[in-house]
């Protein structure tokens, strides 16, 4: 079992940054493939950034990349999304996922979620 808490969310201006962090529960956490996932209200909940347990390989949705950097400290049971010139788009409740196995873009092949952070920025 793995227990998922993200933070970090709030309001900001567009153009501006935020940092969401997940902490894990658990001593297996290195061996999980983490994701970063949003939804807004009335719609599904769309991939955002996903990392494989070495954090060598990452995976970005189209709209953030170059913007949104996925980052893990497998000792510190923490994964991390950098946002960076945020959008009046990218208002949405962030989730973490975790899944064992490789990362994964698809929402349903993940395992573990957090209870999400609320990310809003204005224009």
């Known amino acids: 079992q793995v227990q998922l808490v993200e933070s970090g969310g709030g309001l900001v201006q567009a153009g501006g940054s935020l940092t969401l962090s997940c902490a894990a529960s658990g001593r297996t956490f290195g061996t999980y493939a983490m994701g970063w996932f949003r939804q807004t209200p009335g719609k599904e909940r769309i991939f955002v950034a996903a990392?494989?347990?070495?954090?060598?390989?990452?995976y970005y949705a189209d709209s953030v990349k170059g913007r949104f950097t996925i980052s893990r400290h497998n000792a510190k049971g923490t994964v991390y999304l950098q946002m960076n010139s945020l959008k009046p788009d990218d208002t949405a409740v962030y989730y973490c996922?975790?899944?064992?196995?490789?990362?994964?873009?698809?929402?349903?092949?993940?395992?573990?979620w957090g209870q999400g952070t609320q990310v809003t920025v204005s224009s």
């Open positions: 990392t494989n347990w070495s954090a060598d390989n990452t």
């Open positions: 996922a975790a899944r064992r196995g490789g990362a994964s873009v698809n929402t349903h092949e993940y395992n573990y």
